[in-house]
């Protein structure tokens, strides 16, 4: 599996960005997909979630209403979108993924730590301006 992620950079607040996560390898049905952001100084935290089949999300209560993931099976990426972006959401964004059996689907509850996940991308920065 690998995840590589795009579309960081620098924005002002209240700007906006969507950053993606290519992913390759196996047949991705059966995952969870997570996007994730580290801080300078700070602990790696949740972001959002997103089942690969199903219709179930979940997000962080710091990002709700402003953030939105998404999925492109046919692209097999995965969106961040980002909106009113506050200088507390720089960080470097990363996406991870996990298996989760055949047949088994996200529900859009749990999976919000970082050894929920098996592989990881490398990053992408989100610098916020004031």
């Known amino acids: 599996v690998q995840l590589v992620e795009s579309g960081g950079g620098l924005v002002q607040a209240g700007g906006s960005l969507r950053l993606s996560c290519a992913a390759s390898g196996p047949t991705f049905s059966y995952y969870v997909i997570g996007w994730f952001r580290q801080a300078p100084g700070k602990e790696r935290e949740f972001v959002a979630a997103?089942?690969?089949?199903?219709?179930?999300?979940s997000n962080a209560d710091s990002v709700k209403g402003r953030f939105t993931i998404s999925r492109d099976n046919a692209k097999n990426t995965v969106y961040l979108q980002m909106n009113s972006l506050k200088p507390e959401d720089t960080a470097v964004y990363y996406c991870a993924a996990r298996y989760l059996g055949y047949k088994t689907y996200y529900s859009g509850s749990g999976y919000y730590a970082t050894d929920d996940y098996d592989y990881w991308g490398q990053g992408t920065l989100v610098t916020v301006s004031s």
């Open positions: 997103i089942s690969w089949s199903a219709d179930s999300t």
